[in-house]
């Protein structure tokens, strides 16, 4: 188990990717899902997938398990799972000291890109870049689980194309 504290933000312009790492392709759906715990799988770049369950233990703390799972069980899942799949392309952006997830949606949800980064404690303030937009952190209009529950609207997926 490991203990995730993360905070999510919008990205307001595309400066970011003069230096992103190679983005990898996921796409993920969730089997079971409430207000403060979820089980997801999710496969990467077509080959590999994942199991992950997250309890929510704090506005910014989860606990998670994540378990590698054959592929094709992955597959087999998300023709199960509840509500639409979520497709996206990760990328990594080292900035002032922390490691940032830009996240570029396609499907329906193109057009919305989002950026984590990690904290070491709830207390930590990373450097924000000139690219973060406006913080989402615990807005659940634009929690995975969310979207994939619900159609996408024009103002969600708003942003840097």
């Not at 969730?30 to 369950?53: G, P």
Request: one cysteine or more; charged letters at 30%; glycine letters at 6%.
């Amino acid at each position: 188990m490991t203990a995730e504290i993360e905070r999510k933000f919008k990205v307001s312009n595309d400066r970011w990717r003069q230096h992103a790492s190679v983005g990898i392709e996921l796409r993920q759906a969730y089997i079971m899902a409430s207000k403060d715990r979820i089980l997801r799988v999710r496969t990467i770049d077509a080959h590999r997938a994942v199991l992950t369950v997250k309890i929510r233990i704090g506005r910014l703390q989860r606990d998670e398990y994540e378990y590698e799972i054959p592929y094709l069980d992955a597959i087999e899942m998300f023709a199960r799972a509840l509500g639409k799949i979520i497709e996206k392309t990760r990328h990594e952006v080292e900035f002032g000291g922390h490691l940032w997830e830009v996240d570029v949606y396609s499907g329906e949800h193109r057009g919305l890109v989002t950026a984590e980064v990690e904290l070491a404690n709830c207390d930590d303030v990373p450097p924000q870049p000139t690219w973060i937009g406006p913080e989402i952190t615990g807005n659940q209009l634009y929690s995975n689980r969310a979207m994939a529950m619900r159609r996408a609207t024009a103002s969600l997926c708003a942003g840097v194309n």
